[in-house]
């Protein structure tokens, strides 16, 4: 079991910065890559970035690519994922989940095993 608490969701203005974090924890959180996924109303949950469970390694979606950076820190029996996105705009309005997946770097919702509850991203004028 991999338990996920995401924070740091707010209002930003376009242009602006936030960075977004995932506690997780559970005894073998370790062993999984972690990734972040975002919704908004009426559509699909989309792929944002992911990081393997080093953090050696990240993906990102081509939307993000460039304006958002996600980190993961090892400290412990628990995990913490970052994502720090820059050069907001209107179209990153969303929900952001944090996701646990056991193969790591996965871009697809069903690769994804454990969720958070979510934090509500706003970016306006």
């Known amino acids: 079991q991999v338990q996920l608490v995401e924070s740091g969701g707010g209002l930003v203005q376009v242009g602006g910065s936030l960075t977004l974090s995932c506690a997780a924890s559970?005894?073998?959180?370790?062993?999984?890559?972690l990734g972040w996924f975002r919704q908004v109303p009426g559509k699909e949950r989309e792929f944002v970035a992911a990081t393997t469970y080093s953090g050696g390694s990240t993906k990102y979606a081509d939307s993000v690519k460039g304006r958002f950076t996600i980190s993961r820190d090892n400290a412990g029996a628990k995990s913490t994922v970052f994502l720090r996105m820059n050069s907001l705009k209107f179209e990153d309005t969303a929900v952001y989940y944090c996701?646990?997946?056991?193969?790591?770097?996965?871009?697809?919702?069903?690769?994804?095993?454990?969720w958070g509850q979510g934090t509500q991203v706003t970016v306006s004028s």
């Open positions: 559970g005894r073998t959180v370790r062993r999984y890559g």
């Open positions: 996701a646990a997946d056991l193969n790591g770097l996965g871009s697809t919702v069903g690769e994804y095993e454990y």
